[in-house]
Each structure stands twice: as structure tokens, then as C-alpha cells.
């Protein structure tokens, strides 16, 4: 057992030295394995934000993982085809630089985060879920009726998307690439979670009326934490999409949704570091299962079961001497 800073630290230096373990043991496959996790863990911590601390229990954010993807894939592939996006009466160059997909992939996740969540926000408990489900499967169908990015099949990517001075197509460099990014995350939620903004959203899970009384609008705060929550997973789909050189409807699917909401349970919701320990456990028990049976679902299932009942703050309860406490945790 040790305190949560202290695992907190040895969580990002063990992150940082994988590259070194894939060297040594010769195996590269680890470094992309990780890039993975790294990934999954920044749109965890994203869900984590308005899950674990806004109370907010979003099954639809699988459409901002996904709209990233698409950006990305989108912007790449009329660069490498040479033909200019038309919106209306505009037209629009497309591009393989991260920094302009990045900037692009932030700011229309938080359109769409803005859009979703101004409808979403006006329900509670059960139609929350529905409705945040809802607009991630209309996304979703329209994915695969669009056949001009491949539909159904997905579209692919050749290489992946360059920054100046770096080879994104090395397996380290891109790990690192997305390691930085989880580290900005952390660093963002975690100035967030001690801020005004984060204080209210907090007191907002546990009494509305109270933080309306101090002259707060509980929905304000609300839906300004879903904007910052869905740009954060955008970002996380286009770094997806650009590991693996592919994007197709299924990252905007309802399992989507439900494999990021798994991992920020299964680490420990109302922890900044949770979605980072569920996102690698999740991961290492997908390979692991999976090499031992088809049905490796159904012994996830059956974990997850299990750590609801008896391990409700998530694996990092069994790790950190810290009593849990949801409402001061930070």
C-alpha cells in the first residue's frame, strides 16, 4: 500500500521508461500496445471529468471519439488525393500536419460536445443516458451511409500524419507523442478539478439546489465540463485513428462508448489517475483472455461484476492507504 501522489508517479515513470522495456526485450509490439493504453486512458480521463466528478453518466462519447477519428481521416485523405473538402459554397485544403488536425479536431469536438450536451443536459438520471446514446448512434449510422469515406469499410490511411522534425511513423516517437498528451491532460483536468469551474461541478453532483442558492447555475457549469470532457476524447479518437491508420464507424458505436465508460469504472471513478490503471488493465486482459478464449468477454464481464460489488472505488482502492472518499477526492 502507498499514498495515491506516490502512485501517481510511479504510474507516469513506468509509462514513460515502456520504450526502453520494448528495446530490451526486443518486442516493438509492446511500445504500440501502449500507445493504446496512453490513448485510451486521455478520452477515460475525459469521461472521467463529468462521470466520476460531474455525476453525469454519458453513454454517447463514443461520437467525440469518433468525430476525431474522422477529422483526422478526413483531412488526411483529401490531402493525399489533392482534392480541396467542400462545405457548401466553400472549399477547404486538406492537410497531414497534426498541429492543424489537432486544433481542427478541438474545436469541432466542441461544437458538437456544445450541441449534444445543450439538449442532453436538460434531462436527468436515465434519459440522460438515452438521449447522449442517442446522438452517438445517429453519428454512427450515418458513418456507414456515407460511402464516400468508405461507409461501412472504413477509411484507411497510408502513413500516418506528420509533425515537423519528428518521424510519427516510429513506434516510440508516436508513443511519446501521445504520452505528452496524457500528460497535458492531467495537468488541464487536475487545474480544472481545484478551480471555481471544478468546485461547482463537484457540488453540483451532490446538491443542485445548494450551489443554485450561492447564485451558481448548476447547468452552466455542467455543460461547460461535457464541452471540455468531449473535446479532451476528440483528441483522444484522432490520435487513435492515426495509430492504427485506419478509421470506420465502429469507434463511433455504442461499444465504443461502453469500452471507455469500462475502463474509468474498472480503475476507479472520482480518481485523476483511475481511467489510466483501468485503460492498461482493460487492454492486458483483452490480450491476455484473449489468447486463452473467444469468449474473453464474458470473464471481463464477469471481473467487472465482481469489482462493482466488492471494489466499488476501482482498482486503485486495492493500491493506495488512502481511505476512499468520492467527494474529496481530486
Keep these: 500500500m502507498m499514498s495515491e501522489k506516490k502512485l501517481n508517479f510511479l504510474i ?92 481542427f479536431t478541438l474545436i469541432f469536438s466542441s461544437i458538437l460536445a456544445l450541441f449534444i450536451g445543450y439538449f442532453s443536459l436538460r434531462t436527468t438520471g436515465v434519459y440522460f443516458i438515452m438521449i447522449t446514446l442517442a446522438f452517438a448512434q445517429m453519428l454512427y449510422y450515418f458513418s456507414i451511409s456515407w460511402p464516400t469515406y468508405g461507409g461501412e469499410d472504413g477509411l484507411s490511411l497510408s502513413l500516418r500524419n506528420q509533425i515537423p522534425f519528428l518521424n510519427t511513423m516510429d513506434p516510440i516517437t508516436f508513443f511519446y507523442i501521445c504520452y505528452v498528451w496524457l500528460i497535458i491532460t492531467i495537468i488541464l483536468v487536475k487545474f480544472i478539478l481545484n478551480s471555481p469551474l471544478g468546485i461547482s461541478l463537484k457540488a453540483s453532483k451532490e446538491n443542485e439546489d445548494r450551489v443554485r442558492s450561492v447564485g451558481i447555475n448548476p447547468k452552466k457549469v455542467k455543460l461547460i465540463s461535457f464541452i471540455i470532457s468531449g473535446a479532451i476524447t476528440g483528441l483522444a479518437g484522432s490520435l487513435y485513428a492515426d495509430l492504427n491508420r485506419f478509421v470506420s464507424p ?7 462508448s461502453g469500452e471507455i465508460m469500462i475502463l474509468v469504472i474498472l480503475g476507479g471513478m472520482f480518481r485523476l489517475y483511475g481511467p489510466i490503471l483501468g485503460a492498461f488493465f482493460y487492454i492486458i486482459l483483452e490480450q491476455f483472455l484473449g489468447g486463452i478464449t473467444e469468449n474473453w468477454q464474458f470473464w471481463l464481464g464477469f471481473i467487472i461484476l465482481l469489482e462493482v460489488l466488492y471494489a466499488k472505488a476501482g482498482i486503485m482502492s486495492f493500491l493506495i492507504k488512502d481511505k476512499y472518499d468520492e467527494k474529496t477526492s481530486s
Design 12 to 103: 507516469l515513470i513506468f509509462l514513460f521508461l515502456v520504450p526502453l522495456f520494448s528495446i530490451l526485450l526486443n518486442d516493438i509490439y509492446i511500445t504500440t500496445l501502449f500507445s493504446k493504453i496512453v490513448i485510451l486512458a486521455i478520452a477515460g480521463i475525459g469521461l472521467n471529468l463529468i462521470l466520476g466528478y460531474g455525476g453525469m453518466v454519458s453513454f454517447g462519447h463514443a461520437a467525440f471519439f469518433g468525430l476525431g477519428g474522422y477529422i483526422t481521416g478526413i483531412l488526411a485523405f483529401h490531402f493525399n488525393n489533392y482534392e480541396p473538402i467542400q462545405i457548401l459554397v466553400f472549399e477547404f485544403e486538406g492537410t497531414n500536419q497534426l498541429l492543424f488536425i489537432w486544433i
Design 250 to 256: 465502429t469507434i463511433l458505436s455504442w461499444q465504443m
